[in-house]
């Protein structure tokens, strides 16, 4: 199934459907809003983080998080390695690492732009528009 929103994505652990692409354009679950974390209110990973954690990752071929004033990937990105495409373009991201993407073999496209990349890595860049 398609998610589009962060209860989405808990909805098809609970219904036992596999998420195919998981769409969050400048999406207001992106706001964080655990007290606990020092981001409380601004763009935070951490609830990504956790919901992405509870799920199986894949069958997972498009990633949609443009955006999001994000300043960095959600870690967990490195179990879907099955992902065909990544679209992070308009963030706040300054440097990618690039070993989120070593178990990704059918890696295919990486928008960065509209990011302030200081540099991308050099075995991503043939797979990135910028
Ligand atoms: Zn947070």
């Known amino acids: 199934m398609i998610v589009t929103t962060l209860r989405e994505i808990i909805f098809s652990m609970q219904s036992g459907q596999r998420v195919s692409k998981i769409i969050l354009k400048s999406s207001p679950d992106m706001l964080c809003t655990n007290l606990m974390c020092e981001k409380v209110t601004l763009p935070c990973m951490c609830k ?4 992405l954690n509870k799920i199986n990752l894949d069958y997972c071929t498009l990633l949609d998080l443009s955006g999001n004033s994000m300043t960095s990937l959600p870690y967990n990105i490195s179990r879907m390695k099955n992902l065909n495409e990544l679209h992070i373009q ?5 440097s990618i690492d690039d070993t989120l993407f070593e178990n990704m073999t ?3 496209l990486i ?3 509209g990011n302030p ?3 991308i890595p050099e075995n991503l860049k043939k797979l990135c528009i910028f």
């Open 48 to 51: 990504l983080e956790a919901t």
């Open 90 to 94: 308009n963030n706040l991201l300054v």
């Open 106 to 108: 059918d890696l295919k």
């Open 111 to 113: 928008n960065v732009t």
């Open 117 to 119: 990349l200081q540099r």
